[in-house]
């Protein structure tokens, strides 16, 4: 039983760790994107890192935040930021959209599992932890967009993303009523809100929009 608990712990914070480097390339490629200084590469990368989580657990009331119990998060942050600038300079890189959106979808994914995960262990209702994969997964892109001062991308794009977190935070519930190791609902997690995410960017899904009459 040991065993196990430590492979689930061991695995919860390699998906958070994932999940904080996924979102911190987006928050440097906007923010390069913004034609940004350094220390606003920096900022950008920090809130679209910590974002979310720092806020699910404001509304867990879970202390220290996640990433004041893992300060080896923000030393990665600084050194990931650093590398990533210097390489973009000297190869002149020239972040697009698309390119974007793959570090995005990636960290949804990551960042919805922990925080179901994370709103389960601790006790909460079906539908809040649900929430707590959304606001966990999606707030730190919604920051860093309005720190760049852009509409988010969430809000904007017209393709499926907050729904992806919620239908991924139904499998974990489901796949653990039902019995499923830990292990598996949480791959199963990231794969599904990642997947629907990149196959909507794909195919090109989109939601139904506010019709205004004229």
């Known amino acids: 039983m040991e065993n196990i608990n430590t492979w689930g712990s061991w695995l919860r914070h390699a998906l958070e760790l994932s999940a904080t480097v996924a979102f911190a390339l987006s928050g440097v490629m906007v923010a390069a994107r913004s034609r940004l200084d350094a220390v606003g590469v920096f900022v ?9 989580g720092t806020l699910r657990d404001l509304l867990l009331d879970q202390r220290p935040f996640f990433w004041v119990r ?15 600038m210097l390489f973009m300079r000297q190869r002149h890189f020239e972040p697009t959209e698309r390119v974007m959106q793959i570090p995005d979808a990636l960290g949804l994914g990551l960042f919805a599992a922990v925080g179901v995960d994370v709103a389960s262990r601790a006790g909460m209702p079906a539908l809040v932890c649900v929430l707590m994969g ?3 997964g999606v707030f730190g892109g919604v920051l860093r967009d309005i720190v760049c001062n852009e509409i988010p991308s969430a809000f904007r794009d017209h393709r499926p993303y907050a729904v992806c977190a919620f239908v991924g935070g ?6 653990s009523a039902l019995g499923a190791p830990e292990w598996v609902a949480l791959v199963s997690t990231v794969t599904i809100t990642a997947g629907l995410r990149l196959l909507a960017l794909w195919r090109d899904w989109r939601l139904p929009l506010w019709q205004v009459g004229h």
């Open 44 to 52: 950008v990368a920090f809130v679209a890192a910590f974002g979310g």
């Open 70 to 84: 893992h300060v080896e998060y923000v030393w990665g942050i600084l050194a990931l930021g650093t590398a990533a």
């Open 134 to 136: 959304i606001v966990t």
């Open 170 to 175: 139904w499998v974990y519930l489901g796949l």
